[in-house]
């Protein structure tokens, strides 16, 4: 008889369940968006639109990444001379890896090529992308609960927009006591079997916080967040939908929200979705809002496409090699 105490071997999901998982929500997704779209009808709709919103719809979202290097720049500068070009460039090669490769693997590469350029821990590095990221959620949801208390949206929605601004807050927490109070940080990290790259984690973060660029940077992450609703309120005006600022601000809310985790490539399919699903909370026709969901996905994507391409050039690396070497920098890590 064997001992009760033994360890059975743990069944791993197959390496293919999680892809073909994220393709199946997406294909789902994309499903329900246009079925029963009358292509002959509502498509020519999006050729008419004048290309004067386009333009301006595809140069502010271009133009927020500007920002978001700007702002990884601010983060980093504690830490190393991080310049704005480099920190952009890096932020293309992610977003152009993040449109053809599903789960946004693009975090680690940008990651991994500024560690590279800057000479500094690859650990440190993605620290600063986490700190990005909890930004972004602190000023979404806060953004979010307030606007929903001047536009009308359902209860739900609000009470789930309350709930989330609790837990992001909680992290934000978390976070400024790494970032200002580092020896409580060391102490909780010191038994960790990770405890050598938690250290350069912890004394990154610190330098961040304690530095006269972090407010800036923190103004920088609500300007990259505001430009944002400009190419959607670009593309509502070519379209012609009369829908004030307020509500397209939650339809990019609900649409950064919603396609958080990790999906397939460009998050195509949970994109539409969730374009789709806020435009319907303000009443508009399934047909006219999978239009605009699809004419906004070719202005955001499109443009990230070649411009990631030519920032991939730049490095003279392929992805593949970029993907090995922030695998390997990520294990060396921990």
């Not at 920002?67 to 983060?75: E, H, K």
């Not at 190393?80 to 070009?85: I, Y």
């Not at 509502?236 to 919603?258: E, N, S, T, W, Y």
């Not at 949970?270 to 399934?286: E, I, M, P």
């Amino acid at each position: 008889m064997a001992s009760g105490s033994a360890a059975l071997p743990r069944r791993k999901l197959p390496a293919w369940f999680l892809p073909a998982l994220g393709y199946g929500l997406s294909a789902a997704s994309l499903i329900w968006v246009y079925w029963g779209f009358d292509w002959k009808h509502d498509l020519p709709k999006l050729g008419a639109i004048h290309w004067g919103w386009v333009s301006f719809a595809i140069a502010s979202d271009v133009g927020a990444y500007f920002i978001g290097g700007w702002r990884w720049s601010l983060l980093l500068r504690p830490v190393a001379p991080a310049g704005f070009l480099r920190s952009t460039q890096a932020i293309f090669v992610g977003l152009f890896t993040n449109s053809i490769l599903p789960f946004r693997p693009g975090e680690l590469l940008r990651g991994y090529l500024q560690a590279r350029w800057l000479e500094i821990p690859y650990s440190v590095c993605l620290a600063s992308v986490a700190v990005e990221r909890i930004l972004d959620g602190v000023l979404l949801v806060l953004g979010f609960y307030a606007v929903t208390l001047f536009v009308q949206v359902p209860g739900y929605l609000r009470d789930g927009s309350l709930a989330l601004a609790v837990l992001v807050g909680i992290l934000a927490v978390l976070l400024g006591i790494v970032m200002f109070h580092k020896h409580h940080a060391h102490a909780a990290v010191a038994r960790s079997r990770w405890a050598a790259m938690l250290w350069h984690v912890v004394e990154g973060l610190h330098e961040m916080g304690n530095s006269r660029t972090f407010p800036a940077a923190v103004g920088a992450s609500a300007l990259y967040l505001a430009v944002q609703v400009l190419p959607i309120y670009a593309l509502a005006r070519g379209l012609k939908l009369d829908l004030p600022f307020g509500a397209l601000a939650v339809v990019l809310m609900v649409l950064r929200i919603g396609t958080v985790l990790p999906q397939a490539p460009g998050n195509v399919g949970g994109f539409q979705f969730f374009t789709v699903v806020a435009l319907h909370l303000f009443h508009v026709d399934k047909g006219v809002a999978a239009g605009f969901a699809t004419l906004l996905f070719l202005v955001v994507t499109v443009p990230l496409l070649v411009g990631g391409a030519v920032a991939v050039a730049l490095t003279g690396l392929r992805i593949r090699d970029l993907q090995h070497h922030a695998r390997a920098g990520l294990t060396r890590s921990v």
